[in-house]
């Protein structure tokens, strides 16, 4: 439903605002039809009550106008780039680190697909009642190569161009498509901002590095319009925004980048942290990044026009930074979690997206249940938690 070009209401918030204008509605109608009785039984009772009750209405009225007018000035895409459906709990998932060779993107993004597929249908998350799956692809750090925009992969500092990124995110999607099971996907395509373009020179430009960011994303969904998948599945941007890794001025503009060329509106998820320290040393200048202000953290969570926020939480001060920012700007919503846990042996309940540790992940913090309960008692917004996702970071 539209709201105005830029901004829209999501389905949530929309329910939520018509189920309370229709009890202001109703209440107002049966109070007047109170006055109307009390009125000509005794003229004297209303002269003496009027005041006090008309007073009343005319608040809740004007709450709801003030809601309402809360809620224009929210969101900015359509309804279903979100969710279209309503449930009383969020969808868990696994998202992932990609560290593997670009050479070898075909098996093993076919592989993690049938993974991922198989988990969300034994875990019976895949009804038409359920969210869908958010899963995030994250690809490392952006950089160029020889002239080439792509990333550098968070360990394994492999390069993979936004051309393979592309193609190993098809082929996840081909793998999630066979499954007969028909679950629907958001598949966030994700990077960082650690250090973007650092050593790089002139050839890499951050604000560039957006732009074909969301071309790679538009290029996505374009694709699968084609396929005829559009229906059942939607690439999103993510971008892991750490407030410790780069500088304010250069993290917006790459959301500016983003923003400005994404075609297909659909949303940039924020899936990194709100901390409060100082950024990091810029690797090729030798000079500290700019520091954050609360200005900053709000727009690259929420303020540009196609940003949404999946905060990073994995302990009460993660928590803190984001309910804070929240407490600052109260149009703000957050649409799930991200947490780092994983399990260290022992059963799990069916929708626990956690995986083993072993030697291979680094979890550590909140496990999924705790950290999407500890958001729910802080949090200010009316409007459901949407996804929870379990990220380990790897070895």
Same mark, same amino acid.
Request: net charge negative.
């Given at each position: 439903?539209?709201?105005?070009e830029?901004?829209?209401?999501s ?12 009890i ?7 109070v007047?039809?109170? !006055?109307? &009785? ?9 002269? =003496? ?24 000035? #929210?969101?900015?895409f ?22 593997t ?28 009642s ?16 020889? +002239?080439?925009?792509g990333?550098? *992969?968070?360990?394994? =500092? ?21 499954? %007969? *099971? ?7 395509? +994700?990077l ?6 650092a !050593?790089? +020179? ?26 005829? !998948? ?8 993510a ?6 890794? @780069? ?5 917006r503009?790459?959301v ?9 509106? &659909?949303?940039?998820? @924020? ?27 709000? $727009? &690259? ?7 949404? #926020? ?5 302990? %009460? ?6 309910v ?18 994983? *399990?260290?042996?022992?059963?799990? #309940?069916?929708? @626990? %997206? ?7 992940? =680094?979890? $550590?913090?909140?496990?999924? +249940? ?12 009316h409007?459901?938690?949407? !996804?929870?996702?379990?990220? %380990? &970071?790897? =070895?």
């Amino acid at each position: 439903m539209a709201v105005d070009e830029s901004k829209k209401i999501s389905e949530g918030q929309a329910i939520f605002f018509a189920s309370k204008g229709a009890i202001v509605l109703v209440l107002t109608v049966l109070v007047l039809l109170v !006055y109307a &009785v009390a009125g000509y039984a005794d003229p004297k009772l209303i002269s =003496n009550s009027d005041n006090y009750l008309f007073r009343s209405l005319y608040d809740q009225l004007q709450s709801l106008r003030t809601d309402y007018t809360n809620i224009q000035s #929210s969101k900015g895409f359509d309804v279903t780039a979100i969710d279209a459906v309503q449930t009383a709990t969020p969808t868990f998932s696994r998202s992932h680190y990609i560290e593997t060779s670009p050479d070898t993107r075909v098996s093993d993004l076919q592989a993690l697909g049938q993974q991922d597929i198989q988990w969300t249908v034994t875990s019976h998350q895949c009804s038409t009642s359920n969210y869908a799956s958010l899963v995030i692809l994250d690809f490392g750090e952006p950089h160029t190569s020889h +002239g080439v925009y792509g990333t550098s *992969s968070v360990n394994t =500092n492999l390069f993979w161009s936004d051309t393979d990124i592309a193609d190993a995110a098809r082929q996840f999607i081909l793998a999630w498509h066979a499954n %007969p *099971s028909a679950c629907r996907l958001k598949l966030a395509i +994700g990077l960082s901002n650690h250090h973007q373009c650092a !050593y790089n +020179g002139p050839s890499c430009s951050v604000k560039e590095v957006g732009v074909q960011w969301a071309s790679t994303v538009n290029g996505l969904n374009m694709w699968l319009q084609s396929q005829h !998948y559009d229906k059942q599945i939607t690439a999103w941007g993510a971008y892991d925004a750490e407030t410790t890794w @780069d500088g304010a001025d250069r993290t917006r503009q790459f959301v500016d980048g983003f923003n400005g060329n994404d075609t297909s509106r &659909v949303p940039l998820l @924020d899936f990194g942290d709100m901390r409060q320290g100082a950024p990091l040393t810029d690797p090729d200048t030798g000079q500290a990044e700019q520091t954050w202000t609360n200005e900053d953290r709000y $727009y &690259v969570a929420w303020k540009a026009p196609f940003d949404i #926020s999946l905060p990073e939480i994995y302990d %009460p001060s993660t928590l803190q930074d984001w309910v804070s920012l929240q407490q600052s700007h109260h149009d703000m919503n957050f649409i799930g979690i991200m947490t780092e846990a994983c *399990s260290q042996g022992g059963p799990l #309940s069916s929708t @626990d %997206p956690r995986l083993d540790c072993g030697s291979i992940y =680094n979890g $550590y913090g909140f496990i999924p +249940g705790t950290a999407m309960s500890q958001l729910k008692q802080n949090m200010l917004q009316h409007s459901p938690l949407h !996804y929870i996702t379990s990220m %380990p &970071v790897p =070895n």
